[in-house]
């Protein structure tokens, strides 16, 4: 009875040499779609490595840009890698307590309610694409004051703050809760057992967190154009200034006619490529490390 | 009991009386609540910053602004529909050709891909969403345009020419086809490990019945995986939409500007965010100036409303599912 229904001919009566074929297209278009994923990365690191290791030198980071381009001196992009500095610098001065503050408050005090209506706060802001947040600081600060330095930072901090938010609370829920009952049991009042007992847990995470946020705002070319972006050539490390920035000078190297000015922006790119790329390991390896770790406190 | 026993008679020892406000629990709770409190009013002050700046634009133009062709900082006129037309055509276009890579990649890593694989290509399409835009665009404007340019608009324009899309390809480098692809690449690692992660949270039951009924992988994919997981998907696809609205650098370096309407894909156009972005330096006017802030504004409504519905679909669909969208963000 049964086995009628497993002869070769019935099999195919059932169309399975057919739902075989379509099953091995499918999984071909699955693999496909990742060796191209990893081809695309492949070929951008590529390109950038090729065109900009050439340019690359000990000059591109200690010597300013010439004022006029027709001189042959040799030149860096020195007041770019000060300003980012300066920038990224005073962006995660700003983001990375309050993004503490706010994850803090959203894991241990607030009620559900009000965390899932900061949560979706958050989320927006996250989604706010970062030319708008630069016309939003250009607004608030540089209309009438001129551009500064302090109002990039700003920018930089509002794409910043949502990120380390976000990876604080990721772990701050991670953390035992027997942790926090243990402290409180001993008579520790709430705020010290959230500050020297769960903060201390979560440092990893912050850590990796903050590095990952200051990789992405280290790139970031639009929050910068309203508000940091009409610079002199001098280094500069005077906030109140607007100064240069490694992304603004890539975009504004690649849309001069001079193919000199061509391979300083793939230099810088390089540069700046190098940097995301380390920092995003260097994340990666925090993260694992700081996640057995906590595994095994558990 | 009287109430003299419950004052402490050594100041060093605190009696246990059940809840005691400290004062450093309500400082902790003040500044903690005060900082979750900006991270809200900030949003609500970006909103009301971004519609006070356009309200000269507002003014001038009304709402015939979102359907009025021009771009003409001599006579003044301003109009944000060719904008709104590029911004649509290079979005939608992206999200087409990104969705099913980024499908085919979650599928790869969460089904396919041998455990060596795993790991190491999930790091590599992550890395590919750290690499910051300014840097893709100029990769844009001198490998991937002239490679367009030269070898793939001219053969997509001779097979497919009858569409009006593949017109004929403009001798420039920059093209809307251009930005499609600079698109395309800097949203899919957002949407594939979006949907690797609702992927991973398919209850392993659930696979293993269908194919234990002798589905074929595919089968189990399209009928047990897909479904399941269909909200957290239309979410991840709205965030992705969400993302190439707003994306300004890259595509303003790569799309070649220009004010008008065409279904050409091979020649020049701008989008609402690469617009602003090109304008940086040349805005003097303050009706200009307000007139961007106007394209910022429509940009930032299109963009809350994409991550609104996502949140939504998240909240009331996926949830259920118990599928979070936590990581939704870049990195």
Known sequence: MSAHSLTKASLRAEGLPRRRAVNRMMESLAWLAAAVAVAILGVVVYSVARRGAPALSLDLITKTPASFSLTPVKQGLANAFAGTLVLVG??????????????VYLTEFARPAIRSAVGLALDLLNGVPAIVIGIFVFGLFVVGHGQSALAGSFALACLMLP??????????????SSLR????????????????????QTIGGIVTGTVLAVARVAGETAPLLFTSSLVGTKVSWNPQHALQSVPVAIFELAESPDPQDHARAWAAALVLLLFILFASLAARWLATRSRSRMGASR | MSAADLTPTEPTRRPFTGRRVHF????????????????????????????????PAIDNYGL???????????????????????????SLFALALAAPLALGIALFLT??????????????????????????????????????????????????GFIPLFGTPSSAGPSVFTAIVVLTIMILPIVSSICRELFLSVPRELKEGALALGTTRWEMVRGVVFPYARGGIAAALIL?????????????????????????????????????AASYQGADSNVQVSALVYLALILLVFSLLMNVAAQWIVRHVARRQGVGLDRAGPG
């Open chain 1, 181 to 200: 009952e243990a402290g409180l049991a001993l008579g520790v009042p709430r705020w010290r057992t959230t500050l020297s007992i769960v903060l201390p």
């Open chain 2, 64 to 90: 015939g602004f979102v359907t009025h062709i021009a771009w003409d900082p001599v006579k003044n006129v301003y109009g944000a529909a060719s904008f709104l037309f590029g911004t649509a055509i290079t």
């Open chain 2, 24 to 55: 450093g629990d309500l400082a902790l709770q003040l500044v903690a609540g005060t900082a979750a409190a900006g991270a809200v009013a900030l949003v609500g002050l970006i909103v009301w910053k971004v519609i006070d700046g356009a309200r």
């Open chain 2, 111 to 160: 089904e396919l891909a041998p455990r060596v694989l795993r790991a190491p290509v999930t790091a590599l399409v992550e890395t590919l969403a750290a690499i910051p835009s300014v840097v893709i665009g100029l990769w844009g404007i001198f490998v991937l345009g002239p490679v367009l340019r030269d070898h793939v608009e001219p053969a997509l324009h001779d097979t497919l």
């Open chain 1, 90 to 103: 005073l962006a995660t001065a700003m983001a990375l307590p309050s993004g503490i503050l706010v994850a």
């Open chain 2, 240 to 276: 992705g939409l969400g993302r190439a609205l707003g994306e300004a650098i890259a595509v303003t370096q790569v799309i070649g500007g220009g004010v008008f309407i065409h279904w050409n894909l091979f020649e020049g156009g701008d989008t609402l965010a690469s617009k602003i």
């Open chain 1, 163 to 176: 990120l380390v938010a976000r990876a604080t609370m990721e772990v701050l829920v991670l953390v035992p």
